[in-house]
Protein backbone atom coordinates (compact mmCIF):
# COMPACT_ATOMS: atom_id res chain seq x y z
CA UNK A 1 0.00 0.00 0.00
CA UNK A 2 3.14 2.46 0.85
CA UNK A 3 4.06 1.59 -3.29
CA UNK A 4 0.44 2.50 -4.33
CA UNK A 5 0.07 6.26 -2.42
CA UNK A 6 3.58 7.26 -2.95
CA UNK A 7 2.91 6.32 -6.80
CA UNK A 8 -0.35 8.48 -6.18
CA UNK A 9 0.60 11.16 -4.25
CA UNK A 10 2.99 12.35 -6.83
CA UNK A 11 1.52 15.89 -7.46
CA UNK A 12 3.09 15.55 -11.16
CA UNK A 13 0.41 12.83 -11.74
CA UNK A 14 -2.04 14.30 -9.55
CA UNK A 15 -2.05 17.52 -11.57
CA UNK A 16 -1.72 15.61 -15.31
CA UNK A 17 -4.53 13.31 -14.69
CA UNK A 18 -7.21 16.14 -13.51
CA UNK A 19 -6.24 18.47 -16.41
CA UNK A 20 -6.90 16.21 -19.08
CA UNK A 21 -10.14 14.58 -17.42
CA UNK A 22 -11.27 18.68 -16.65
CA UNK A 23 -10.17 19.93 -19.87
CA UNK A 24 -9.42 16.97 -22.40
CA UNK A 25 -6.29 16.04 -24.22
CA UNK A 26 -3.25 18.21 -23.82
CA UNK A 27 -1.19 18.75 -26.80
CA UNK A 28 2.49 17.71 -26.04
CA UNK A 29 3.60 21.03 -27.23
CA UNK A 30 1.50 22.89 -24.56
CA UNK A 31 2.94 20.93 -21.68
CA UNK A 32 5.01 23.15 -20.55
CA UNK A 33 2.39 26.20 -20.84
CA UNK A 34 -0.28 24.13 -19.42
CA UNK A 35 1.61 22.78 -16.32
CA UNK A 36 3.59 26.10 -15.51
CA UNK A 37 3.83 25.83 -12.16
CA UNK A 38 5.89 22.15 -12.27
CA UNK A 39 9.40 21.64 -13.54
CA UNK A 40 10.48 20.33 -16.80
CA UNK A 41 11.54 16.88 -14.71
CA UNK A 42 8.16 16.69 -12.47
CA UNK A 43 6.57 16.73 -15.87
CA UNK A 44 8.42 13.84 -17.34
CA UNK A 45 8.06 11.85 -14.16
CA UNK A 46 4.36 11.97 -13.94
CA UNK A 47 3.91 11.24 -17.56
CA UNK A 48 6.45 8.34 -16.94
CA UNK A 49 4.31 7.11 -14.14
CA UNK A 50 1.17 7.41 -16.48
CA UNK A 51 2.56 5.75 -18.74
CA UNK A 52 3.62 3.06 -16.98
CA UNK A 53 0.09 2.19 -15.02
CA UNK A 54 -1.25 2.44 -18.48
CA UNK A 55 -3.63 5.80 -16.87
CA UNK A 56 -2.45 7.81 -19.86
CA UNK A 57 -1.56 7.35 -23.43
CA UNK A 58 -0.43 9.21 -26.46
CA UNK A 59 -3.14 10.13 -29.01
CA UNK A 60 -3.59 12.72 -31.76
CA UNK A 61 -5.88 15.52 -31.44
CA UNK A 62 -4.82 18.19 -33.43
CA UNK A 63 -1.56 16.95 -33.12
CA UNK A 64 0.13 14.43 -30.91
CA UNK A 65 -1.55 14.98 -27.42
CA UNK A 66 -2.02 12.81 -24.38
CA UNK A 67 -5.11 11.59 -22.80
CA UNK A 68 -6.45 9.43 -20.50
CA UNK A 69 -7.14 5.97 -20.49
CA UNK A 70 -10.25 4.07 -18.88
CA UNK A 71 -7.50 3.65 -15.74
CA UNK A 72 -6.69 7.19 -15.80
CA UNK A 73 -10.62 8.12 -15.99
CA UNK A 74 -11.32 6.25 -13.23
CA UNK A 75 -7.81 7.69 -10.91
CA UNK A 76 -9.44 11.42 -12.08
CA UNK A 77 -13.02 10.29 -10.23
CA UNK A 78 -10.75 8.53 -7.25
CA UNK A 79 -8.77 12.08 -6.90
CA UNK A 80 -11.98 13.98 -7.24
CA UNK A 81 -13.68 11.94 -4.12
CA UNK A 82 -10.40 12.33 -2.07
CA UNK A 83 -10.31 15.96 -2.40
CA UNK A 84 -14.09 16.70 -1.85
CA UNK A 85 -13.43 14.67 1.48
CA UNK A 86 -11.02 17.27 2.27
CA UNK A 87 -12.32 20.29 0.95
CA UNK A 88 -15.81 19.26 3.36
CA UNK A 89 -13.53 18.35 6.30
CA UNK A 90 -11.38 21.76 5.53
CA UNK A 91 -8.35 18.80 5.62
CA UNK A 92 -5.45 19.74 6.31
CA UNK A 93 -6.37 23.46 6.32
CA UNK A 94 -9.13 25.72 5.03
CA UNK A 95 -7.27 27.19 2.18
CA UNK A 96 -5.54 24.17 0.53
CA UNK A 97 -5.13 23.52 -2.98
CA UNK A 98 -6.32 20.42 -4.57
CA UNK A 99 -3.15 18.90 -5.07
CA UNK A 100 -1.87 19.55 -0.98
CA UNK A 101 -6.03 18.02 -0.08
CA UNK A 102 -5.39 14.95 -2.10
CA UNK A 103 -1.80 14.07 -1.02
CA UNK A 104 -2.14 14.46 2.29
CA UNK A 105 -5.75 12.97 2.12
CA UNK A 106 -4.03 10.20 0.66
CA UNK A 107 -1.28 10.31 3.90
CA UNK A 108 -3.89 10.26 5.85
CA UNK A 109 -5.31 7.30 4.88
CA UNK A 110 -2.41 5.38 5.03
CA UNK A 111 -1.81 5.92 8.55
CA UNK A 112 -2.35 2.57 10.50
CA UNK A 113 -4.28 4.11 12.74
CA UNK A 114 -6.62 5.79 10.90
CA UNK A 115 -6.50 2.46 8.39
CA UNK A 116 -7.81 0.75 11.11
CA UNK A 117 -10.36 2.68 12.21
CA UNK A 118 -11.85 3.63 8.76
CA UNK A 119 -11.19 -0.43 7.58
CA UNK A 120 -13.56 -1.29 10.65
CA UNK A 121 -10.72 -3.13 11.60
CA UNK A 122 -11.01 -1.56 15.11
CA UNK A 123 -13.88 0.35 16.96
CA UNK A 124 -12.29 1.74 19.73
CA UNK A 125 -13.71 4.66 20.53
CA UNK A 126 -10.39 5.71 22.54
CA UNK A 127 -8.63 5.04 18.90
CA UNK A 128 -11.08 7.63 17.82
CA UNK A 129 -9.91 10.32 20.57
CA UNK A 130 -6.85 9.79 20.02
CA UNK A 131 -6.45 10.17 16.28
CA UNK A 132 -8.42 13.45 17.13
CA UNK A 133 -5.82 14.43 19.77
CA UNK A 134 -3.22 13.77 17.47
CA UNK A 135 -4.27 15.96 14.95
CA UNK A 136 -4.70 12.88 12.25
CA UNK A 137 -9.04 14.01 11.85
CA UNK A 138 -10.68 17.12 12.64
CA UNK A 139 -13.24 15.07 14.87
CA UNK A 140 -14.98 11.75 15.00
CA UNK A 141 -17.53 12.66 12.39
CA UNK A 142 -14.63 12.93 10.14
CA UNK A 143 -13.32 9.42 11.00
CA UNK A 144 -16.95 8.27 9.26
CA UNK A 145 -17.16 10.47 6.42
CA UNK A 146 -13.30 8.98 5.48
CA UNK A 147 -14.80 5.69 4.62
CA UNK A 148 -15.61 7.09 1.17
CA UNK A 149 -12.65 8.12 0.02
CA UNK A 150 -10.70 5.09 1.72
CA UNK A 151 -13.10 3.02 -0.54
CA UNK A 152 -12.61 4.75 -3.66
CA UNK A 153 -8.86 4.15 -3.16
CA UNK A 154 -9.23 0.59 -2.23
CA UNK A 155 -11.00 -0.26 -4.66
CA UNK A 156 -8.97 1.51 -7.35
CA UNK A 157 -5.72 -0.01 -6.31
CA UNK A 158 -7.67 -3.81 -6.00
CA UNK A 159 -8.47 -3.01 -9.62
CA UNK A 160 -5.20 -1.70 -10.88
CA UNK A 161 -2.88 -3.61 -8.71
CA UNK A 162 -0.15 -2.68 -11.13
CA UNK A 163 0.24 0.54 -8.92
CA UNK A 164 1.64 -2.21 -5.96
CA UNK A 165 4.71 -3.40 -8.61
CA UNK A 166 7.96 -1.02 -8.68
CA UNK A 167 8.50 0.35 -12.36
CA UNK A 168 10.56 -1.92 -14.55
CA UNK A 169 13.02 0.02 -16.72
CA UNK A 170 13.11 -1.38 -20.14
CA UNK A 171 16.13 -2.42 -21.83
CA UNK A 172 14.26 -1.59 -25.22
CA UNK A 173 15.04 1.74 -26.56
CA UNK A 174 11.52 3.92 -26.19
CA UNK A 175 11.56 3.75 -30.66
CA UNK A 176 12.09 0.02 -30.89
CA UNK A 177 9.32 -0.77 -28.01
CA UNK A 178 7.22 1.70 -30.25
CA UNK A 179 7.85 -0.39 -33.49
CA UNK A 180 7.36 -3.75 -31.70
CA UNK A 181 3.48 -2.77 -30.73
Known amino acids: MTRAVTVLSHPGLIRLVTEIDDNGPVNRRMLGRTFADLTRHQIRHAL ?4 AHQLI ?8 CHRLTGRGADLADVYDTVARWARTQQFPVPASDFV ?11 REAVLGLVAGE ?6 VRQAGDAGLLPDADALISLHRPWTAVAEWIRTNPSVLAPIRRSTVAPAEAERSR
Open 57 to 64: RAGHRNGP
Open 100 to 110: TRVQQTLALLH
Open 122 to 127: TVDPHQ
Open 48 to 51: GIGR
